[in-house]
């Protein structure tokens, strides 16, 4: 299954920003993230994921810093295992694919999860 997303974030203007009395503002993040993915049987699913984010330049005080321009880009992968009929635990890793600014780590986790609405899985 392919599955894709789009979303874009909105910033207000920081005037506090520190030191003192300065104003601290960031033009729009846009971002979009697809996900191909195979059930290997219900609830037991492995995806490769990818995600392109751009945007973000910051001023302070009017004054635009073209540095924090951000264009970066995470691959990665995740895994879902079930446990029980509601319980499953997901495993996921990524790291940077394209870097400009910022975003340069790489990440494990693992999540437990518990599901207390749907179909009763067998």
Do not use: C
């Not at 033009?27 to 609830?43: F, I």
């Not at 790291?95 to 067998?122: E, P």
């Amino acid at each position: 299954m392919l599955d894709g997303y789009a979303g874009v974030w909105f910033f207000t203007a920081n005037g506090a920003f520190y030191p003192g009395a300065n104003t601290q503002s960031e033009k729009p993040v846009g971002a979009v993230e697809a996900h191909l993915s195979y059930d290997v049987r219900p609830r037991l699913w492995v995806s490769l994921d990818a995600n392109y984010w751009s945007g973000g330049v910051t001023s302070t005080n009017g004054v635009q810093n073209d540095l924090t321009d951000q264009r970066n880009s995470r691959i990665g992968l995740t895994a879902a295992v079930p446990i029980t009929a509601h319980q499953s635990l997901k495993f996921s890793f990524s790291d940077g694919a394209y870097i400009r600014y910022g975003g340069n780590y790489r990440s494990i986790s693992l999540a437990w999860q518990y599901g207390w609405v749907g179909t009763k899985w067998r």
